[in-house]
C-alpha cells in the first residue's frame, strides 16, 4: 500500500543525522526543556526572521491553548475559525475556555473566507484564528484588514504550512502570535508529539514559557494557573535537523503537486490551486470530484491509500454538532467534505509512485465513467 502520508521515510531519508542527536540527548541524562529545546526555540523563531520568539510546547493542540491564554484570552470570549479544520484547532480552542464561532470557506483557497467572517463577527469576538488548511496559506492580508478595523487579535494556526509563503512572507509572521503543531506527519514532524508557537513579543513569549510549566516564575511559584506542556529534549533535537531540511522537503511536495496536477488536468476533478505568489507548504493534496467514495475505494483496492480530510467537518461531529454558533450555515464547507479527496502526498513519494496513482486515477474514469 502507498501511504498518503510517511512519516518513517523521512526519518529514513535523515537517519544518520537523527540517530546522532538521539544518542547525544540519551548521553546528556536531561530529557525534558534543555539546551535542545533552548536551540530549537532559536532556530525556529530566526528562520522566521529577526523579530520573533518562539517556544516550544508538547503538541499543537496545546501550542493554539496556549496562544490564546498568553494574548488573554478566555472564558466568554469568541473566536472565529473555520470548521474545515483538524479536530484540535476547536479543541484548543475550548481548552483555553474560549468560544469557537464557524465561518465558512473560500471554495479555491479552502480557507476561512473573509467575507464569512465578517458575517460572524459579534460583541465578544476576539479573535480570528484562520486555519492554513493543507499547507495553503489563508488570506492573511484581508483577514488583517477585518480584524484591525474590529481591534482583534489573530492568532494563525500554521500546523499544516512550516514553511508556506504569501508573496515571500512567511505564515506565522502575519499575526502576531501563531501556532504550530509538530506531530510526526506535519511537514516540520518529530517522531513523537511536539508543538511551537511563534510569537512577536518578548513578554508574551515569557508568560507561555511560564504558564507551559505549571505557571511557574524562575523561584518555581505558580503566578498563573499554567498547564504541564513541556517540549522534550528528543523531539527538539529531532525537530532541529528537520527545520535544517525544511525547504528541500517543502520543494519536493511542491514538485509531486505540479506532477499530479498536469498528469490529472484533463478530468472532472478541481485540482489544489499553487498560486504565483505563494509557497504552497503542500502538506496534504487534496482534490475534489463527484462520486469520491468510489474513486477512494478503488484507489484503495489498487494499493493506493488515498484518504479524507476530513471524513467531518468539526460542526459535524457528535460533540460539536449543534452547539457552535455558524455551524448552521457553511454551505461551501458543506459541499466540499462530499467531494474531498486525499492523494498520497511526502517528500519521499517516489516519482514511479505518483505516475502509478495518476494512471490509476485515469483507469478508473475509464472503466467506470
Ligand atoms: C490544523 C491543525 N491544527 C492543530 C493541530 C493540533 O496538533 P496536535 O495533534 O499536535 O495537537 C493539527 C494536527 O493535528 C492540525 O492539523
Given at each position: 500500500m502507498i501511504p498518503f502520508g510517511d512519516p518513517s521515510a523521512s526519518y529514513k531519508a535523515h537517519k544518520s543525522e537523527i540517530d546522532q542527536v538521539i544518542n547525544r540527548v540519551l548521553d546528556s541524562g536531561w530529557y525534558v526543556l534543555g539546551s535542545e529545546v533552548?536551540?530549537?526555540?532559536?532556530?525556529?523563531?530566526?528562520?522566521?526572521?529577526?523579530?520573533?520568539?518562539?517556544?516550544g510546547v508538547a503538541?499543537?493542540?496545546?501550542?493554539?491553548?496556549?496562544?490564546?491564554r498568553g494574548v488573554g484570552l478566555g472564558i466568554g470570549d469568541e473566536i472565529i475559525t473555520p470548521s474545515h479544520t483538524a479536530v484540535a484547532t476547536v479543541a484548543g480552542i475550548e481548552q483555553a475556555g474560549c468560544?469557537?464561532?464557524?465561518?465558512?470557506?473560500?471554495?479555491?483557497?479552502?480557507?476561512?473566507?473573509?467575507?464569512s467572517i465578517e458575517e460572524r463577527l459579534g460583541t465578544n469576538t476576539r479573535a480570528i484564528m484562520p486555519v492554513h488548511i493543507y499547507g495553503q496559506p489563508a488570506e492573511m492580508h484581508r483577514i488583517l484588514e477585518i480584524a484591525k478595523a474590529q481591534l482583534l487579535e489573530v492568532i494563525e494556526d500554521c500546523s499544516q504550512a512550516h514553511g508556506a509563503k504569501i508573496d515571500g512572507q512567511k505564515v506565522g509572521t502575519f499575526a502576531d502570535i501563531s501556532a504550530f503543531s509538530c506531530y510526526p506527519t506535519k511537514n516540520l514532524g518529530g517522531?513523537?508529539?511536539?508543538?511551537?508557537?511563534?510569537?512577536?513579543?518578548?513578554?508574551?513569549?515569557e508568560k507561555i514559557k511560564s504558564l507551559r510549566q505549571y505557571g511557574w516564575n524562575?523561584?518555581?511559584?505558580?503566578?498563573?494557573?499554567?498547564?504541564?506542556?513541556r517540549l522534550d529534549e528528543l523531539q527538539a533535537a529531532i525537530l532541529r535537523v528537520k527545520l535544517k531540511h525544511l525547504a528541500v522537503d517543502n520543494a519536493k511536495r511542491r514538485a509531486i503537486a505540479l506532477r499530479y496536477n498536469e498528469g490529472l488536468k484533463d478530468f472532472p476533478i478541481t485540482l489544489p490551486t499553487l498560486a504565483d505568489n505563494e509557497l504552497h507548504a503542500m502538506h496534504l493534496y487534496v482534490i475534489e470530484c463527484d462520486r469520491r467514495n468510489e474513486l477512494m475505494e478503488y484507489l484503495r483496492a489498487h494499493k493506493i491509500g488515498a484518504s479524507l480530510h476530513y471524513p467531518l467537518a468539526v460542526h459535524q461531529h457528535t460533540s460539536y454538532i449543534n452547539r457552535i454558533r455558524g455551524g448552521d450555515n457553511l454551505p461551501v464547507t458543506y459541499q466540499f467534505y462530499q467531494r474531498n479527496l486525499t492523494l498520497p502526498m511526502y517528500p519521499e513519494l517516489s516519482n514511479d509512485a505518483v505516475e502509478h496513482i495518476i494512471s490509476t486515477v485515469h483507469n478508473w474514469f475509464r472503466e467506470k465513467n
Open positions: 533552548n536551540a530549537f526555540e532559536k532556530e525556529f523563531a530566526s528562520f522566521h526572521g529577526k523579530d520573533f520568539h518562539a517556544v503538541n499543537g493542540t496545546d501550542a493554539i491553548a496556549l496562544c490564546l468560544t469557537p464561532v464557524f465561518a465558512d470557506i473560500d471554495p479555491n483557497t479552502r480557507c476561512i473566507a473573509p467575507k517522531t513523537g508529539d511536539g508543538g511551537v508557537i511563534l510569537c512577536r513579543s518578548k513578554e508574551i513569549a524562575e523561584e518555581r511559584e505558580s503566578i498563573f494557573p499554567g498547564f504541564n506542556s
